[in-house]
């Protein structure tokens, strides 16, 4: 299983992942034309998209779906509630609706876990394929506790580091919207981002990337410091950290 971050960020989000039979995306919030040029750099003919994953439908996440559903008509995977959002946006689509919280595409296994968002129906997902597995959580204020075992030592980890509270707290966002992003319906900022992942990561986790990043509230370096010194005070350590950025592909991960 391989993946690329395509982009991450407030203005658009989407991840590709590929295995030996099959080629899925999370999310699809940046436009038709941007994926189109992104899958081919990666050599990904956009008709062998075979489902999309939604977590849920802030436009950052779904903004390209009506016309990439029109031309290639991928199924797109959703509960009972994205589902119910979506006919606002979208008219007719193909989709598989999951009403537990285990879903199987081809050769990949995925696990659907509840986030904390200021949206209805909000998920994440823990990905496997063979003995290979990753995380993909961001647009959430908190993790429940209940999760925990399931998200510890998976190979690859996509975690939300929104932002930095201090730059958020010191910066020109109105009140109103600075309590909604410290909220449990909000973003995990740095330092939350860090803590939980210095939770999870075990012996098998190579790979990190620190996705969702603010433009206004956050740098790369901050999220990367937080993390690094995190990790350090706990004596743990993951070879490959990464920030994932916004309409900049990463190139492809070995998971």
């Known amino acids: 299983m391989k993946v690329s971050v395509l982009s991450s960020g407030s203005k658009g989000n989407s991840v590709l992942i590929q295995t030996n039979n099959t080629k899925i995306l999370i999310d699809l919030g940046v436009t038709k034309s941007y994926i189109e040029k992104s899958l081919d750099e990666l050599k990904v003919d956009p008709k062998e998209i075979k489902a999309i994953l939604i977590t849920h439908t802030h436009v950052d996440h779904i903004q390209g779906l009506k016309v990439f559903l029109k031309k290639y008509h991928p199924k797109l995977y959703v509960n009972k509630v994205i589902l119910s959002l979506l006919h606002e946006y979208l008219e007719e689509f193909d989709y598989v609706l999951?009403?537990?919280?285990?879903?199987?595409?081809?050769?990949?296994?995925i696990e659907v876990i509840k986030t904390s968002h200021d949206v209805k129906g909000s998920v994440g997902f823990i990905v496997k394929n063979e003995d290979k597995s990753l995380v993909y959580i961001t647009d959430t204020g908190y993790i429940n506790n209940r999760y925990f075992d399931k998200l510890s030592?998976?190979?690859?980890?996509?975690?939300?580091?929104?932002h930095d509270v201090e730059m958020l707290m010191n910066g020109k966002y109105p009140f109103h919207l600075k309590k909604r992003i410290l909220s449990d319906k909000g973003h995990l900022s740095n330092a939350d981002a860090a803590y939980y992942l210095s939770e999870f990561?075990?012996?098998?986790?190579?790979?990190?990337?620190?996705?969702?990043?603010?433009?206004?509230?956050?740098?790369?370096?901050?999220?990367?410091?937080?993390?690094?010194?995190?990790?350090?005070?706990?004596?743990?350590?993951?070879?490959?950290?990464?920030v994932a950025k916004q309409k900049q592909r990463t190139d492809w991960i070995e998971v």
Do not use: F, Q, R, W
């Open 98 to 109: 999951y009403e537990n919280p285990h879903i199987k595409i081809d050769d990949i296994e």
């Open 153 to 162: 030592n998976h190979n690859l980890y996509i975690m939300e580091s929104n």
């Open 201 to 242: 990561i075990g012996d098998k986790t190579k790979t990190i990337i620190l996705a969702h990043l603010s433009d206004d509230n956050n740098t790369y370096d901050k999220a990367l410091d937080t993390l690094t010194g995190v990790l350090l005070s706990k004596n743990k350590k993951v070879d490959n950290i990464m």
